[in-house]
């Protein structure tokens, strides 16, 4: 496996390193890999569309024109940009919201157009969030996110896929209204009886065939040929039940992609996006975790690929290319957009070498949409609901969420937690609960320094304390801070110090080995001065080493130096990485002498005094 490195640079000419010496050999390469994927990429944009309750336009607008700007500017060679099965349920999700808090009453002809509207507003919002994180640099606080709440959010969203398309594959009557996934699932249980027969043969067949091709030939682009048999078969069986009189199958009655939007247009029309600030904030919370998942599909899709290919990525390149793209969106009525790691596997497997493939995979599918527009149409939606489907459920990886179950219970809290509130509540509510529940359980870890106990034996010897001797007496106290350092853990640093003190009132000097404590802040500094208060206070010193560069310039510019005293500290030097502790311990045993002295000069001031004072006669009677 080849090294990847990242960097934090931001470009808007990134894809001119791909042209450079491009040559004949690499443009057959990548046009191969092109074609490949567009067979998918079609497919799916139309799926992703349906699932996300708008017209097909939507998911190929963003498929083509959204994918090119977003390719164009981020820094995979081999990353595939499109809609992706998470954000469309979230998209749905968001645009339902709005819709039935807002507009419950409107006219079923005029949804349609408000959906598009609120799509405008929300992919500008998204877009806005991300352009802004990459011009802040803030590429990497996606990794802040566990991954248990990633593969926890993903299997939600595919429970919710499977859950909303067996109504169309079943040809079941949906439940009207807004409800939380567990709701449509007892829904649909109960109205089992209701199903259409002929949908849901053209459904179980369309799954049986996709699963076939896939187990023959993994080169066969199963989900094309899948929906092109599927039509093909609906409409000369309509026509020759048309022939003979017989509409007992009542095959006309079964749903096409014709009847969801007809894609008349392969040009969009560019329209500034609306604006309403009541819908704009009820959105707000559904763009933003749009914009982190996004992100976090991309980053993860991005560097699967980079680590075969060795290539060098920037993951604030990549999201300023996604917040482009989504920008780009918000103006043709196209659908969020992010990293497709089914596509970009394809891409690279097939032998593209650069980018131009991503260019190519939009004029393939721009031209598969021309010649094949009036067959599109004809298109089941059962087909397309099997092929979400069996999509849907490759999409979870489950080495990984079986990694995710076993390696903690922390994990695993985590990723029953994000699941369960998929089912429950609206998804952006189940993905910020993922992610708070994730946080505060690695806040609760970190807010544990890890505090160990040397002694100084005759020789000048760091050894470490066992357990057995960790109540004897000692004057001198070594001990080693290890973690953060930042409030959450500075209470707790303060009192297992003091209670160290207060236990042995023979220790005279403690030493704290800061050479690995990190995230030092003011909590911290202000615990560090209360100790040392109580430590002169009752005749004892505080002595601090090991300081690094960072340590030391919070310590100084809170004033603690001043405080402590700089004969007190020392810091921590690579050319010689003892001699900080050599030199602690001779200040230590220097004010354990001072302080016998003391003890002993205090001790002769009290007899003198006492030899001093007279003595009393009683008084005579």
């Given at each position: 496996m080849k090294?990847q490195?990242?960097?934090e640079d931001?470009?808007f000419?990134?894809f001119r390193n791909?042209l450079?010496?491009?040559?004949?050999e690499?443009?057959?390469a990548?046009?191969?890999?092109?074609i490949?994927v567009?067979?998918?990429?079609?497919?799916q944009?139309?799926?992703?569309?349906m699932l996300?309750?708008?017209p097909?336009?939507?998911?190929i607008?963003?498929a083509?024109?959204s994918?090119?700007?977003a390719?164009l500017?981020?820094?995979s060679?081999?990353?595939i940009?499109?809609?992706s099965?998470?954000?469309?349920?979230?998209v749905?999700?968001?645009?339902?919201?709005i819709?039935?808090?807002?507009?419950?009453d409107?006219?079923?002809?005029?949804r349609?157009l408000?959906?598009?509207?609120?799509?405008?507003t929300l992919?500008?919002?998204v877009g806005?969030f991300?352009?802004l994180a990459a011009?802040?640099?803030?590429?990497?606080?996606?990794?802040?996110?566990?991954?248990?709440?990633?593969?926890?959010?993903?299997?939600?969203?595919?429970i919710?896929v499977?859950?909303?398309?067996f109504?169309?594959?079943?040809?079941?009557?949906?439940?009207?209204?807004?409800?939380s996934?567990?709701?449509?699932?007892?829904?649909?249980?109960s109205n089992v009886?209701?199903?259409?027969?002929?949908?849901a043969?053209?459904?179980i067949?369309?799954?049986c065939?996709?699963?076939g091709?896939?187990?023959y030939?993994?080169?066969i682009?199963a989900?094309?040929v899948?929906?092109?048999?599927?039509?093909?078969?609906?409409?000369?069986?309509?026509l020759?039940?048309?022939?003979?009189?017989?509409?007992f199958?009542?095959?006309?009655?079964?749903?096409?992609?014709?009847?969801?939007?007809?894609l008349?247009?392969i040009?969009?029309?560019?329209q500034?996006?609306?604006?309403d600030m009541?819908?704009?904030?009820?959105?707000?919370?559904?763009?933003?975790?749009?914009a982190v998942?996004?992100v976090m599909?991309?980053?993860s899709a991005?560097?699967?690929?980079?680590?075969?290919?060795?290539?060098?990525?920037s993951?604030?390149?990549e999201?300023?290319?996604?917040?482009?793209?989504n920008l780009?969106?918000?103006?043709?009525?196209?659908?969020?957009?992010?990293?497709?790691?089914?596509?970009?596997?394809?891409?690279?497997?097939s032998?593209?070498e650069?980018?131009?493939?991503?260019v190519?995979n939009v004029?393939?599918?721009?031209?598969?949409?021309?010649v094949?527009?009036?067959?599109?149409?004809?298109?089941?939606?059962?087909a397309?609901?099997a092929?979400?489907?069996t999509?849907?459920?490759?999409?979870?990886?489950?080495?990984q969420f079986l990694?995710?179950l076993?390696?903690?219970r922390?994990?695993a809290?985590v990723?029953?937690?994000?699941?369960l509130?998929c089912?429950?509540?609206?998804f952006?509510?189940a993905?910020y609960i993922g992610?708070?529940?994730?946080?505060?359980l690695?806040?609760?870890?970190?807010?544990?320094?890890?505090?160990?106990e040397f002694?100084?034996?005759?020789?000048?010897?760091?050894k470490?304390?066992?357990?057995?001797?960790t109540?004897?007496?000692?004057?001198i106290?070594?001990?080693?801070v290890?973690g953060?350092?930042f409030?959450?853990?500075?209470?707790?640093?303060?009192?297992t110090?003091k209670?160290i003190?207060?236990?042995?009132?023979?220790?005279?000097?403690?030493?704290?080995?800061?050479?690995?404590?990190?995230d030092?802040?003011?909590t911290?500094?202000?615990?560090?001065?209360?100790l040392?208060?109580?430590?002169?206070?009752s005749?004892?010193?505080?002595?601090?080493?090991?300081?690094?560069?960072p340590i030391?310039?919070?310590?100084n510019d809170?004033?603690?130096?001043?405080?402590?005293?700089?004969?007190?500290l020392?810091?921590?030097?690579e050319?010689?990485?003892?001699q900080?502790?050599?030199k602690?311990i001779?200040?230590?045993?220097?004010l354990?002498?001072?302080?016998?002295?003391?003890e002993t000069?205090?001790?002769k001031?009290t007899?003198?005094?006492?030899?001093?004072?007279p003595?009393i006669?009683?008084?005579?009677?």
């Amino acid at each position: 496996m080849k090294r990847q490195s990242l960097s934090e640079d931001i470009s808007f000419f990134s894809f001119r390193n791909d042209l450079a010496g491009y040559k004949k050999e690499t443009f057959f390469a990548d046009a191969y890999a092109a074609i490949a994927v567009a067979m998918l990429t079609l497919p799916q944009a139309m799926a992703y569309a349906m699932l996300a309750g708008l017209p097909i336009s939507c998911g190929i607008f963003a498929a083509v024109y959204s994918s090119l700007i977003a390719s164009l500017f981020g820094s995979s060679r081999h990353l595939i940009i499109g809609p992706s099965n998470a954000i469309s349920i979230l998209v749905q999700a968001g645009t339902s919201e709005i819709i039935f808090t807002y507009y419950r009453d409107i006219d079923l002809s005029a949804r349609g157009l408000l959906a598009l509207q609120i799509l405008t507003t929300l992919t500008l919002l998204v877009g806005f969030f991300q352009v802004l994180a990459a011009g802040l640099k803030l590429g990497r606080l996606s990794q802040f996110i566990s991954h248990s709440v990633v593969v926890g959010y993903i299997t939600g969203t595919t429970i919710a896929v499977v859950i909303n398309q067996f109504f169309t594959l079943l040809g079941i009557p949906r439940m009207p209204g807004v409800h939380s996934l567990y709701e449509r699932a007892v829904f649909l249980g109960s109205n089992v009886d209701q199903l259409h027969f002929p949908t849901a043969l053209i459904g179980i067949f369309s799954i049986c065939l996709i699963i076939g091709l896939k187990k023959y030939n993994k080169r066969i682009p199963a989900a094309f040929v899948t929906l092109v048999i599927a039509g093909l078969f609906l409409h000369l069986a309509n026509l020759f039940l048309g022939w003979i009189g017989e509409d007992f199958f009542d095959l006309k009655s079964i749903e096409l992609v014709g009847d969801n939007g007809i894609l008349s247009e392969i040009i969009p029309k560019v329209q500034f996006p609306y604006f309403d600030m009541r819908e704009m904030n009820a959105l707000l919370p559904t763009a933003f975790a749009i914009a982190v998942l996004s992100v976090m599909e991309t980053s993860s899709a991005a560097k699967s690929v980079a680590a075969n290919s060795g290539q060098r990525l920037s993951s604030n390149q990549e999201m300023f290319g996604i917040g482009l793209g989504n920008l780009t969106s918000s103006l043709i009525s196209g659908m969020p957009v992010s990293g497709s790691p089914s596509r970009s596997a394809i891409n690279y497997q097939s032998g593209a070498e650069t980018r131009v493939s991503a260019v190519l995979n939009v004029f393939f599918v721009m031209l598969m949409l021309i010649v094949f527009n009036y067959f599109i149409e004809l298109v089941p939606l059962p087909a397309l609901a099997a092929l979400l489907l069996t999509t849907s459920l490759s999409v979870v990886n489950h080495n990984q969420f079986l990694l995710c179950l076993k390696a903690t219970r922390s994990d695993a809290l985590v990723l029953a937690v994000t699941i369960l509130s998929c089912i429950f509540f609206s998804f952006d509510v189940a993905f910020y609960i993922g992610v708070g529940m994730s946080i505060t359980l690695y806040l609760k870890k970190a807010a544990i320094p890890q505090l160990a106990e040397f002694e100084v034996d005759d020789d000048g010897e760091l050894k470490h304390v066992s357990s057995a001797k960790t109540h004897h007496h000692r004057t001198i106290r070594v001990i080693k801070v290890e973690g953060e350092l930042f409030f959450g853990a500075a209470d707790l640093f303060q009192t297992t110090l003091k209670a160290i003190a207060e236990d042995d009132t023979h220790t005279k000097v403690i030493i704290l080995q800061l050479k690995n404590a990190r995230d030092i802040d003011a909590t911290a500094c202000l615990a560090l001065q209360q100790l040392h208060n109580y430590l002169v206070g009752s005749g004892r010193h505080l002595l601090a080493c090991g300081l690094t560069q960072p340590i030391w310039d919070v310590l100084n510019d809170s004033g603690l130096i001043d405080k402590l005293g700089k004969d007190n500290l020392f810091v921590f030097d690579e050319t010689k990485p003892h001699q900080y502790m050599q030199k602690a311990i001779q200040r230590a045993k220097e004010l354990e002498k001072q302080g016998v002295h003391a003890e002993t000069k205090e001790v002769k001031d009290t007899e003198t005094k006492e030899e001093e004072v007279p003595s009393i006669e009683p008084l005579a009677e």
